[in-house]
């Protein structure tokens, strides 16, 4: 027996399909049940389980994001697999996952997923969290959807950002005790993978699976909107990490972030805006 517990709307709305799809190519057997997880809380539902069914999460970095803060630092005793059918998948392209229909391991990730404190909440996360420009992006995806654009570019806001929209801040980053100021100020992330935004790898020295659970901080600062157009490029594939003069990254344990004005927060593509600050524990 296979319990597949799907997010209908992962995958631009074809959640359940992409479900169905993996379970009719890689079930053995007659025996799937289908579970919409905005229905249930999803870590109640699997340890409700009896023992020998096996539970598969089939959706995005978004319904992976629910998952986690459902769990909330909880610790299953059944095996979750994890099936990608988002449209971004940034999760499954830093667990170096290259076939679409190939299942993850889950039960340690969502587990150990970090904590992110904003606008008085707390937020479990799985790729990463940003103040900046890669919030501005989510916000503007957000809305575009929200008056019914289908498909709203994720770089094609970025891009619009870059030349006139988004306004650089000042900001102090304080990783593990040491605080540092910052100005013109693109953004400040702080990423327990490597990738988010659809494939930007962001935090190219990150490791997901350090047994010191240390998140990757970035900050890209001091940066003209002509150089900070050359960062967002180089950004893609990870080679802005030789641009050492207008690149910042910190590894540690404990981030308390501090910005001048307000803006959009994202963590893992989830939206939240009006942010002066945020503070990350692991």
């Given at each position: 027996m ?5 997010n209908?709307?992962?995958?631009e709305?074809?959640g ?5 799809a993996?379970?009719k ?14 229905k249930v ?11 020998g ?5 089939a959706?995005?970095?978004g319904?992976?994001?629910r ?20 449209s971004g998948?940034?999760?499954?392209t830093?667990?170096g996952i290259s076939?679409?229909?190939k299942t993850i391991?889950?039960?340690?990730q969502?587990?150990?997923a ?17 103040l900046?420009?890669?919030g501005?992006?989510?916000d503007s995806?957000?809305?575009?959807r929200?008056k019914?654009?289908?498909k709203?570019s994720y770089?094609a ?5 870059l030349?006139r929209?988004?306004i650089p801040a ?11 100021e ?6 400040v992330?702080t990423?327990k993978?490597?990738?988010y935004?659809?494939?930007?790898k ?8 350090d ?5 990757s901080v970035v900050i ?5 909107r002509?150089r900070a ?5 180089m950004?893609?594939n ?9 690149l ?6 404990s981030v308390?972030?501090e910005?001048?004005?307000?803006a959009?927060?994202?963590?893992d ?6 942010v002066?600050g945020y503070?990350v524990?692991?």
């Amino acid at each position: 027996m296979t319990e597949v517990i799907y997010n209908p709307i992962a995958g631009e709305g074809r959640g359940l399909e992409h479900a169905r799809a993996w379970a009719k190519a890689n079930v053995q057997g007659p025996d799937c049940r289908f579970t919409d997880i905005t229905k249930v809380s999803a870590f109640d539902h699997i340890e409700s389980l009896p023992e020998g069914v096996r539970a598969v999460i089939a959706g995005g970095d978004g319904t992976l994001n629910r998952l986690a803060n459902d769990v909330n630092g909880r610790k299953f005793t059944h095996p979750v697999d994890y099936v990608a059918t988002g449209s971004g998948n940034d999760f499954q392209t830093d667990m170096g996952i290259s076939t679409p229909d190939k299942t993850i391991r889950l039960n340690e990730q969502v587990e150990n997923a970090p904590c992110a404190y904003a606008n008085g909440r707390a937020f479990r996360f799985i790729n990463g969290v940003g103040l900046g420009l890669d919030g501005y992006c989510c916000d503007s995806v957000d809305e575009a959807r929200r008056k019914g654009k289908k498909k709203p570019s994720y770089i094609a806001f970025a891009v619009k950002g870059l030349l006139r929209s988004y306004i650089p801040a000042r900001a102090a980053v304080t990783v593990d005790g040491v605080r540092t100021e910052y100005s013109r100020v693109w953004m400040v992330s702080t990423m327990k993978g490597r990738y988010y935004g659809g494939g930007f790898k962001i935090a190219p020295a990150q490791d997901r699976r350090d047994e010191s659970r240390r998140v990757s901080v970035v900050i890209a600062h001091d940066l003209s909107r002509l150089r900070a157009i050359f960062f967002f490029l180089m950004a893609k594939n990870g080679r802005h990490a030789g641009l050492k003069k207008n690149l910042t990254t910190v590894k540690g344990n404990s981030v308390f972030v501090e910005f001048s004005r307000p803006a959009a927060m994202q963590i893992d593509g989830e939206v939240l805006r009006d942010v002066t600050g945020y503070e990350v524990k692991t």
